[in-house]
């Protein structure tokens, strides 16, 4: 069977991802873990010293030249984070950024497009959850960029786009939103599609910020979702 040749930086399929960690090059590096979003996935140093990190159980990945090079890159986010946590602006755990409790996240998915059609000043039924309305949104955040730094759209927007995300994939799948909870905060949300298959909004979204560049590509993002399982659609 042919091997499938894994890119040599940026994205990797969960079948390169097997193939890496089979060929006995890939050594788990879990203790360069430093940040509460490192713990999203399993750190990998490859013998040429790539960096792989691999998103916990959806198994795929991305490569880094170095860890050195992926830290810096992280860094201005996870300076913001540390500043909100001191100011007392969300809770302790990572998830918290995006939301606090599953009641206030069932509420926020009502009106996320509302808020970020105010944020955009864009007319609001431009947002109406439909997967091409993630081209108004990726034409509208790209504006942005010529003013303000990708790092500094984090605050403002990460929390309306996982939820609007979420709610684009839940509606062309028909599946429903997994919340899970644990003393009363939201640990996590995923929508999980009538034939039982998994999405993460979360990590969709923060691909964006932290390995996107150039202009914003939700819309191809939320669409190489859909094809992992077949159920691509407009």
């Known amino acids: 069977m042919k091997k499938s040749n894994p890119p040599r930086l940026g994205k990797v399929s969960r079948k390169q991802v097997h193939e890496i960690l089979a060929s006995g090059q890939a050594h788990l590096r879990n203790d360069l873990r430093t940040t509460s979003s490192d713990t999203m ?3 990998y140093e490859l ?12 198994e795929v990945g991305v490569l880094w030249e ?4 992926y830290r810096t890159k992280m860094q201005p986010i996870e300076d913001k984070l540390q500043r909100q946590l001191r100011n007392g602006q969300m809770g302790e755990g990572f998830e918290d950024m995006i939301i606090s409790d ?3 996240f069932e509420t926020l998915a009502l009106q996320c ?5 105010g944020l955009l000043s864009i007319p ?8 091409n309305s993630l081209s108004v949104l990726d034409k509208e955040l790209s504006k942005l960029l010529k003013f303000r730094n990708r790092n500094d759209l984090f605050d403002d927007y990460v929390k309306l786009l996982v939820v609007y995300n979420g709610e684009i994939l839940r509606r062309s799948t028909g599946g429903t939103w997994e919340l899970t909870e644990e003393n009363g905060k939201l640990t996590s949300a995923e929508i999980v599609d009538a034939r039982g298959h998994t999405y993460s909004p979360l990590s969709t979204v923060l691909e964006e910020f932290v ?12 669409e190489a979702e859909l094809l992992k399982h077949d159920l691509f659609k407009h």
Do not use: H, M, T
Not at 48 to 53: A, H, N, Y
């Open 113 to 117: 497009n509302k808020e970020l059609s």
């Open 124 to 131: 609001p039924d431009s947002l109406d959850f439909s997967f």
């Open 47 to 58: 013998d040429d010293k790539r960096l792989l990190l691999v998103l916990l159980f959806e």
């Open 211 to 222: 390995e996107g560049s150039g202009k914003f590509k939700l819309k191809i993002e939320v």
């Open 66 to 69: 170095s860890y050195q090079v």
């Open 102 to 104: 599953a009641k206030s």
């Open 41 to 43: 996935f399993d750190f």
